[in-house]
C-alpha cells in the first residue's frame, strides 16, 4: 500500500465492499486496528469509510472550512496506516485517530491555504438539489456556528466539536488534544460563554435584516 495517498478518497470509498460481504464490514475497531497492524488494505479501507465523514466534520470546523480538508484528513490517515503498530490497546481508537487528525487540522491552518474546501461546496449543492427549504435552513443555520467558531481559538472550536458533536468525556478531549482536564474545561468555559454572546447577535442581526 506504498502509493495509497496518490489514489482519491472516492476512489478508496468505491473499493470498499458492500455491507454483508463478510464479517470484517460489522467488525470492531479494536479488531481492524489489530488487521491493520498485519497490513491488512481491507481493515484500513474499513476503518477509513467508518471514520471519513466523523473526521470531515471535526478537520473543517478547527479550520473554518478553509484549508484542504480532504488533505488533511488523508494525511491522519496515512498517520493510522503507518503508525498502526504504535496503538495503544488501553486507549480507544477513536481517540487515537482523533488526536492524529487534530494536529493535521492545525497544521493545515497553519498553512493558510484560503479557500473553500470543494467537496463542501459540492456536498450543499447536491442538498439544494434534494430539497431546497432544507438547504436554506440548513446553510443558514451552519452560517451562523461558522461565523460564531471564527471567533473561537482552533482549541476551543475542537474543544465544542468533540465534547458535543462526538459526545466525548473531558478525559478523552484532553487524551485527543494532548493537554490535562483543567485545560479542556478551561477552554470549554471560554468557547461557551463566547457563544452565549455571538449566536443572540448574529440571530438578532438576521432578523434585522430580513425586515
Same mark, same amino acid.
Request: include cysteine.
Given at each position: ?8 478518497? *472516492?476512489? =478508496?470509498?468505491?473499493?470498499?465492499? *458492500?455491507?454483508?460481504?463478510?464479517? =470484517? ?69 477513536? !481517540?487515537? =485517530? ?11 491552518? *497553519? ?29 443558514? !443555520? ?29 478525559? *478523552? ?39
Amino acid at each position: 500500500m506504498k502509493n495509497w495517498k496518490k489514489e482519491s478518497s *472516492e476512489k =478508496i470509498k468505491e473499493s470498499l465492499p *458492500e455491507v454483508g460481504d463478510g464479517d =470484517i464490514c460489522s467488525a470492531s475497531d479494536e479488531l481492524l486496528i489489530q488487521r491493520v497492524v498485519a497490513r491488512d488494505q481491507l481493515a484500513f479501507k474499513i476503518i477509513y469509510h467508518r471514520y471519513y465523514r466523523m473526521l470531515y466534520r471535526f478537520i473543517s470546523r478547527i479550520t473554518g472550512y478553509y484549508g484542504s480538508t480532504e488533505e488533511a484528513l488523508n494525511d491522519a490517515m496515512y498517520v493510522v496506516w503507518d503508525k498502526a503498530a504504535t496503538f495503544r490497546p488501553d486507549t480507544r481508537l477513536s !481517540t487515537w =485517530i482523533f488526536g492524529i487528525a487534530y494536529n493535521k487540522a492545525l497544521k493545515s491552518l *497553519e498553512r493558510g491555504k484560503r479557500f473553500q474546501d470543494p467537496a463542501y461546496r459540492k456536498s450543499l449543492d447536491e442538498d439544494h438539489l434534494q430539497d431546497p427549504d432544507a438547504f436554506y435552513q440548513r446553510l443558514e !443555520t451552519e452560517n451562523w456556528l461558522l461565523v460564531a467558531m471564527t471567533h473561537l481559538s482552533p482549541q476551543q472550536r475542537a474543544t465544542l466539536e468533540l465534547a458535543y458533536y462526538h459526545g466525548m468525556s473531558y478525559r *478523552e478531549v484532553a487524551d485527543v488534544m494532548s493537554c490535562n482536564e483543567n485545560t479542556v474545561k478551561t477552554r470549554m468555559f471560554h468557547a461557551r460563554k463566547k457563544m452565549r454572546i455571538i449566536l443572540p447577535t448574529l440571530a438578532n442581526r438576521s432578523g434585522s435584516e430580513g425586515v
